[in-house]
């Protein structure tokens, strides 16, 4: 096992409505790699395959990560994908499109 993710989101990322692909985002338990530290965010390269059974989840780099807990959902404009990539959690970014919105 390579790196183990609690508080993690799937999340969709689209281009206007057009799918782009979809990644993991959570938080590191334990990272056998040596990549991440424990309770640094994560934030993977595209999904390309979910094994629920096994909860694990593999990305187009060959990392492996097991998932821990309930998982969520979530939906991101392009645009937004850089926040993500800096740690900004999905809910985080939500308030922030909701606050600049308002």
């Known amino acids: 096992m ?3 993710v609690k ?4 999340v969709s990322i ?15 338990v334990d990272d ?11 934030s993977t390269s595209k999904i ?5 059974n096994n909860q694990l989840i593999k990305t187009a ?19 937004d994908f850089e926040l993500l990539r800096h740690g900004f959690s999905p809910e985080q970014i939500n308030l922030l499109n909701t606050a600049v919105s308002n």
Request: charged share 20%; aromatic share 12%.
């Open 14 to 28: 689209f281009d206007g409505e057009k799918t782009i692909g979809k990644i993991l985002w959570g938080i590191c």
């Open 32 to 42: 056998m790699t040596y990549r991440f530290a424990t309770n640094d965010y994560i």
């Open 61 to 79: 780099s060959g990392s492996i990560y097991q998932v821990i807990g309930v998982g969520r959902k979530a939906q991101m404009q392009m645009k």
């Open 2 to 4: 390579n790196t183990i």
């Open 48 to 52: 390309v395959e979910i094994s629920p």
């Open 7 to 10: 508080d993690w989101h799937i």
